[in-house]
Nanobody
Framework: QVQLVESGGGLVQPGGSLRLSCTASGFTEDYDNIAWFRQAPGKNHEGVSCISSRGLGTRYTESVKGRFIVSRDNERNTVYLQMGSLKPEDTAVYFC?????????????????????WGQGIQVTVSS
């Protein structure tokens, strides 16, 4: 099993920045691709960004391209989401998710079905 814990959320003014962290513990050899999702009040989960293992790259949803950057530190078992130029519509609970490692090597996806382990979520509020 893999446990995921998000940190770094909070309240920020429009135009500001935050960095979210997702740290894995437990059987940390058992996952590969990592994604960030968010859920705003009254809305479905939305895939925000993901990062593949083994150098297969990243993905971003259109609304965050050029503003958010995802990265990973494998030695620390941590994935980061650097969020800049934040807007009120970025307000949501942000979740990280990890895919159980398999023999199939593939680029990460921004769909919930692609992930097996989930964090508890962390609130990000963008407001003046």
């Amino acid at each position: 099993q893999v446990q995921l814990v998000e940190s770094g959320g909070g309240l920020v003014q429009p135009g500001g920045s935050l960095r979210l962290s997702c740290t894995a513990s437990g059987f940390t050899e058992d996952y590969d691709n990592i994604a960030w999702f968010r859920q705003a009040p009254g809305k479905n989960h939305e895939g925000v960004s993901c990062i593949s293992s083994r150098g297969l790259g990243t993905r971003y949803t259109e609304s965050v391209k050029g503003r958010f950057i995802v990265s990973r530190d494998n030695e620390r078992n941590t994935v980061y989401l650097q969020m800049g130029s934040l807007k009120p519509e970025d307000t949501a609970v942000y979740f990280c998710a990890a895919r159980k490692k398999t023999v199939l090597i593939s680029r990460c996806v921004l769909f919930e079905y692609g992930y097996d382990y989930w964090g508890q979520g962390i609130q990000v509020t963008v407001s003046s």
